[in-house]
Protein backbone atom coordinates (compact mmCIF):
# COMPACT_ATOMS: atom_id res chain seq x y z
CA UNK A 1 0.00 0.00 0.00
CA UNK A 2 2.94 2.41 0.91
CA UNK A 3 4.30 1.43 -2.40
CA UNK A 4 1.15 2.61 -4.22
CA UNK A 5 1.06 5.96 -2.42
CA UNK A 6 4.78 6.84 -3.25
CA UNK A 7 3.15 7.72 -6.90
CA UNK A 8 1.40 10.34 -4.88
CA UNK A 9 2.72 14.34 -3.72
CA UNK A 10 4.53 13.19 -0.38
CA UNK A 11 1.80 15.67 1.46
CA UNK A 12 -1.38 13.88 -0.15
CA UNK A 13 0.27 10.44 0.31
CA UNK A 14 0.40 11.23 4.11
CA UNK A 15 -2.97 12.44 4.15
CA UNK A 16 -4.12 9.42 2.31
CA UNK A 17 -2.51 7.12 4.89
CA UNK A 18 -3.83 8.86 7.95
CA UNK A 19 -7.26 7.88 6.69
CA UNK A 20 -6.68 4.54 5.32
CA UNK A 21 -5.46 3.63 9.11
CA UNK A 22 -8.33 4.94 9.77
CA UNK A 23 -10.46 2.73 8.30
CA UNK A 24 -8.43 -0.39 9.19
CA UNK A 25 -9.13 0.48 13.05
CA UNK A 26 -12.30 1.40 12.65
CA UNK A 27 -13.37 -1.08 10.28
CA UNK A 28 -15.00 -3.91 12.87
CA UNK A 29 -15.80 -1.46 15.80
CA UNK A 30 -17.36 1.08 13.98
CA UNK A 31 -18.20 0.76 10.39
CA UNK A 32 -20.07 3.90 9.42
CA UNK A 33 -16.90 5.91 10.91
CA UNK A 34 -14.83 3.64 8.76
CA UNK A 35 -16.45 4.15 5.82
CA UNK A 36 -16.40 8.14 6.30
CA UNK A 37 -12.91 7.85 6.52
CA UNK A 38 -12.83 5.89 3.05
CA UNK A 39 -14.65 8.19 1.66
CA UNK A 40 -12.17 10.82 2.15
CA UNK A 41 -9.39 8.87 1.11
CA UNK A 42 -11.45 8.12 -2.20
CA UNK A 43 -12.19 11.46 -3.11
CA UNK A 44 -8.70 12.41 -2.41
CA UNK A 45 -6.84 9.45 -4.26
CA UNK A 46 -9.60 7.29 -6.33
CA UNK A 47 -6.76 6.51 -9.25
CA UNK A 48 -4.90 4.39 -6.20
CA UNK A 49 -5.88 0.35 -6.18
CA UNK A 50 -5.31 -0.04 -2.20
CA UNK A 51 -7.68 2.82 -1.82
CA UNK A 52 -10.35 1.58 -3.79
CA UNK A 53 -10.08 -1.61 -2.06
CA UNK A 54 -10.24 0.10 1.68
CA UNK A 55 -13.11 2.01 0.34
CA UNK A 56 -14.62 -1.52 -0.90
CA UNK A 57 -14.39 -3.28 2.70
CA UNK A 58 -16.01 -0.15 4.11
CA UNK A 59 -19.14 -0.24 1.81
CA UNK A 60 -19.32 -3.74 2.28
CA UNK A 61 -19.04 -3.66 6.00
CA UNK A 62 -22.14 -1.28 6.15
CA UNK A 63 -23.93 -3.45 3.44
CA UNK A 64 -23.44 -1.31 0.95
CA UNK A 65 -22.60 -4.33 -1.22
CA UNK A 66 -23.87 -2.21 -4.81
CA UNK A 67 -21.29 -0.03 -4.17
CA UNK A 68 -18.76 -2.39 -2.63
CA UNK A 69 -18.83 -4.49 -5.29
CA UNK A 70 -18.08 -1.33 -7.87
CA UNK A 71 -14.71 -0.32 -5.87
CA UNK A 72 -14.09 -3.97 -6.27
CA UNK A 73 -14.32 -4.35 -9.70
CA UNK A 74 -12.27 -1.19 -9.58
CA UNK A 75 -9.48 -2.42 -7.67
CA UNK A 76 -8.98 -5.31 -9.49
CA UNK A 77 -9.25 -3.52 -12.91
CA UNK A 78 -6.45 -1.70 -11.62
CA UNK A 79 -4.12 -4.54 -10.41
CA UNK A 80 -5.43 -7.59 -12.37
CA UNK A 81 -5.67 -9.54 -8.95
CA UNK A 82 -8.46 -12.04 -8.46
CA UNK A 83 -8.07 -11.91 -4.79
CA UNK A 84 -11.75 -9.88 -4.46
CA UNK A 85 -13.21 -12.62 -6.38
CA UNK A 86 -14.40 -14.08 -3.13
CA UNK A 87 -16.16 -10.97 -1.70
CA UNK A 88 -17.15 -9.84 -4.95
CA UNK A 89 -19.36 -12.97 -5.09
CA UNK A 90 -20.57 -12.05 -1.45
CA UNK A 91 -21.56 -8.56 -2.59
CA UNK A 92 -23.96 -9.84 -5.38
CA UNK A 93 -25.46 -12.47 -2.44
CA UNK A 94 -26.23 -9.21 -0.70
CA UNK A 95 -27.53 -7.67 -2.98
CA UNK A 96 -30.16 -10.58 -3.35
CA UNK A 97 -28.44 -12.42 -6.38
CA UNK A 98 -27.47 -15.38 -5.16
CA UNK A 99 -27.81 -17.74 -8.37
CA UNK A 100 -25.20 -15.09 -9.78
CA UNK A 101 -22.50 -15.43 -6.52
CA UNK A 102 -23.28 -19.51 -7.34
CA UNK A 103 -22.06 -18.91 -10.93
CA UNK A 104 -19.27 -17.13 -10.03
CA UNK A 105 -17.80 -19.98 -7.94
CA UNK A 106 -17.50 -21.86 -11.06
CA UNK A 107 -15.39 -19.07 -13.18
CA UNK A 108 -11.63 -19.78 -14.37
CA UNK A 109 -10.72 -17.26 -11.24
CA UNK A 110 -11.29 -19.27 -8.73
CA UNK A 111 -8.52 -21.82 -9.61
CA UNK A 112 -6.46 -18.58 -9.10
CA UNK A 113 -6.94 -17.93 -5.95
CA UNK A 114 -4.85 -19.66 -2.92
CA UNK A 115 -6.02 -21.96 -0.68
CA UNK A 116 -7.55 -19.30 1.87
CA UNK A 117 -9.46 -17.83 -1.10
CA UNK A 118 -10.74 -21.13 -2.25
CA UNK A 119 -12.36 -21.86 1.23
CA UNK A 120 -13.80 -18.93 1.32
CA UNK A 121 -15.53 -19.14 -2.29
CA UNK A 122 -16.76 -22.42 -0.86
CA UNK A 123 -18.38 -20.40 2.12
CA UNK A 124 -19.92 -17.81 -0.46
CA UNK A 125 -21.46 -20.81 -2.91
CA UNK A 126 -22.82 -22.62 0.31
CA UNK A 127 -24.12 -19.30 1.23
CA UNK A 128 -25.62 -18.51 -2.25
CA UNK A 129 -27.53 -22.60 -2.19
CA UNK A 130 -28.56 -22.00 1.42
CA UNK A 131 -30.29 -18.16 -0.15
CA UNK A 132 -32.21 -20.56 -2.92
CA UNK A 133 -33.19 -22.83 -0.40
CA UNK A 134 -30.75 -25.42 -1.18
CA UNK A 135 -30.15 -27.07 2.14
CA UNK A 136 -28.87 -30.20 1.09
CA UNK A 137 -26.35 -28.91 -1.39
CA UNK A 138 -24.97 -26.14 0.61
CA UNK A 139 -23.55 -29.61 3.05
CA UNK A 140 -22.13 -31.10 -0.08
CA UNK A 141 -20.91 -27.44 -1.12
CA UNK A 142 -18.73 -27.48 1.98
CA UNK A 143 -17.34 -31.18 2.00
CA UNK A 144 -13.72 -31.09 1.10
CA UNK A 145 -9.95 -32.00 1.76
CA UNK A 146 -9.62 -28.63 4.22
CA UNK A 147 -12.91 -29.94 6.31
CA UNK A 148 -11.66 -32.88 6.80
CA UNK A 149 -7.93 -31.93 7.52
CA UNK A 150 -6.98 -32.08 11.54
CA UNK A 151 -4.61 -29.02 10.76
CA UNK A 152 -5.74 -25.52 12.10
CA UNK A 153 -5.84 -22.76 9.29
CA UNK A 154 -6.80 -19.32 9.30
CA UNK A 155 -10.02 -20.33 7.84
CA UNK A 156 -10.51 -23.42 9.65
CA UNK A 157 -13.09 -22.04 12.49
CA UNK A 158 -15.23 -21.03 9.90
CA UNK A 159 -15.59 -23.44 7.40
CA UNK A 160 -16.08 -26.43 10.22
CA UNK A 161 -18.71 -23.56 11.92
CA UNK A 162 -20.48 -23.07 8.75
CA UNK A 163 -20.69 -26.57 7.84
CA UNK A 164 -22.41 -27.04 11.27
CA UNK A 165 -24.50 -24.36 10.80
CA UNK A 166 -25.90 -26.32 7.58
CA UNK A 167 -26.02 -29.53 8.98
CA UNK A 168 -28.33 -28.21 11.05
CA UNK A 169 -30.43 -26.76 8.63
CA UNK A 170 -30.98 -30.03 7.08
CA UNK A 171 -31.72 -31.30 10.85
CA UNK A 172 -28.67 -33.56 11.26
CA UNK A 173 -28.22 -31.87 14.75
CA UNK A 174 -25.81 -34.97 16.49
CA UNK A 175 -23.68 -34.47 13.81
CA UNK A 176 -24.17 -30.36 13.82
CA UNK A 177 -23.01 -30.55 17.78
CA UNK A 178 -19.66 -32.15 17.01
CA UNK A 179 -18.56 -29.43 14.34
CA UNK A 180 -19.64 -26.78 16.03
CA UNK A 181 -17.46 -28.45 18.87
CA UNK A 182 -14.94 -29.05 16.31
CA UNK A 183 -15.33 -25.14 14.85
CA UNK A 184 -14.93 -23.85 19.06
CA UNK A 185 -11.54 -26.24 18.93
CA UNK A 186 -10.08 -24.54 16.15
CA UNK A 187 -11.65 -20.74 17.08
CA UNK A 188 -8.48 -19.04 18.41
CA UNK A 189 -9.82 -15.66 18.01
CA UNK A 190 -13.50 -15.98 19.15
CA UNK A 191 -14.34 -15.79 15.06
CA UNK A 192 -17.65 -17.49 15.71
CA UNK A 193 -20.31 -17.89 18.32
CA UNK A 194 -19.42 -22.12 18.00
CA UNK A 195 -20.00 -21.97 21.96
CA UNK A 196 -23.21 -20.21 22.06
CA UNK A 197 -24.75 -22.78 19.30
CA UNK A 198 -23.24 -25.45 21.57
CA UNK A 199 -24.90 -24.06 24.87
CA UNK A 200 -28.03 -23.44 22.89
CA UNK A 201 -28.23 -27.21 21.62
CA UNK A 202 -27.12 -28.41 25.07
CA UNK A 203 -30.29 -26.09 26.17
CA UNK A 204 -28.17 -23.94 28.76
CA UNK A 205 -29.01 -20.87 29.03
CA UNK A 206 -26.25 -18.33 30.07
CA UNK A 207 -27.11 -15.15 32.46
CA UNK A 208 -25.15 -11.68 32.18
CA UNK A 209 -23.23 -11.58 35.58
CA UNK A 210 -23.39 -7.56 35.47
CA UNK A 211 -26.86 -7.43 34.51
CA UNK A 212 -27.74 -9.83 37.41
CA UNK A 213 -26.08 -7.86 39.90
CA UNK A 214 -27.42 -4.69 38.39
CA UNK A 215 -30.81 -6.23 38.93
CA UNK A 216 -29.80 -7.77 42.73
CA UNK A 217 -29.03 -4.31 43.55
CA UNK A 218 -31.76 -2.02 42.29
CA UNK A 219 -34.11 -5.12 43.95
CA UNK A 220 -31.97 -4.63 47.47
CA UNK A 221 -32.23 -1.13 47.35
CA UNK A 222 -36.03 -0.76 46.30
CA UNK A 223 -36.89 -3.39 49.48
CA UNK A 224 -34.93 -1.23 51.70
CA UNK A 225 -36.82 2.29 50.54
CA UNK A 226 -40.22 -0.27 51.23
CA UNK A 227 -38.97 -0.57 54.49
CA UNK A 228 -37.87 3.16 55.63
CA UNK A 229 -41.59 3.91 53.76
CA UNK A 230 -43.72 1.57 56.12
CA UNK A 231 -41.24 2.49 59.09
CA UNK A 232 -42.22 6.21 58.48
CA UNK A 233 -45.95 5.17 57.80
CA UNK A 234 -46.31 3.48 60.81
CA UNK A 235 -44.31 6.48 63.30
CA UNK A 236 -46.47 8.92 61.69
CA UNK A 237 -49.87 6.83 62.36
CA UNK A 238 -48.48 6.12 66.17
CA UNK A 239 -48.11 10.02 66.59
CA UNK A 240 -51.29 10.70 65.07
CA UNK A 241 -53.01 8.33 67.73
CA UNK A 242 -51.01 9.93 70.69
CA UNK A 243 -52.84 13.25 69.22
CA UNK A 244 -56.09 11.56 69.10
CA UNK A 245 -55.96 10.01 72.46
CA UNK A 246 -54.81 12.90 74.22
CA UNK A 247 -57.88 14.78 72.03
CA UNK A 248 -60.36 12.79 73.65
CA UNK A 249 -59.42 12.28 77.12
CA UNK A 250 -61.08 14.52 79.34
CA UNK A 251 -59.04 17.32 81.32
CA UNK A 252 -58.87 16.49 84.89
CA UNK A 253 -59.46 20.11 87.05
CA UNK A 254 -56.85 20.91 89.68
CA UNK A 255 -57.89 19.60 93.01
CA UNK A 256 -58.72 23.17 94.97
CA UNK A 257 -56.84 23.96 97.81
CA UNK A 258 -58.00 24.49 101.26
CA UNK A 259 -58.91 27.61 102.50
CA UNK A 260 -56.56 28.89 104.63
CA UNK A 261 -57.60 28.94 108.27
CA UNK A 262 -57.65 32.39 110.22
CA UNK A 263 -54.97 33.13 111.83
CA UNK A 264 -55.43 33.57 115.37
CA UNK A 265 -56.03 37.57 116.37
CA UNK A 266 -52.55 37.69 119.09
CA UNK A 267 -54.91 40.84 120.49
CA UNK A 268 -57.62 38.68 121.52
CA UNK A 269 -57.69 35.86 124.16
Known sequence: MRQELMSLPK????????????????????????????????RLASRVAAVREAAGFASYATAKYSEALAEFRAARRMTGSVELWPVMADCERGMGRPERALAMAGE?????????????????????????GQADAAVVTLQSPELASNSVQPWTARLRYAYADALLDVGRETEAREWFAKALEADQGGQTDASDRLAELDGIEFTDALVESDDEAAEETATVETAVEETEVQAEAEVQAEVTESAEKPVEKPAEEPA??????????
Open 260 to 269: EAPKADDDKS
Open 11 to 42: GLAEEVARNLVMVANLLDEDPEQAYAYSRIAL
Open 108 to 132: PEVNKLDKAGQVEMRLVAAGARKDM
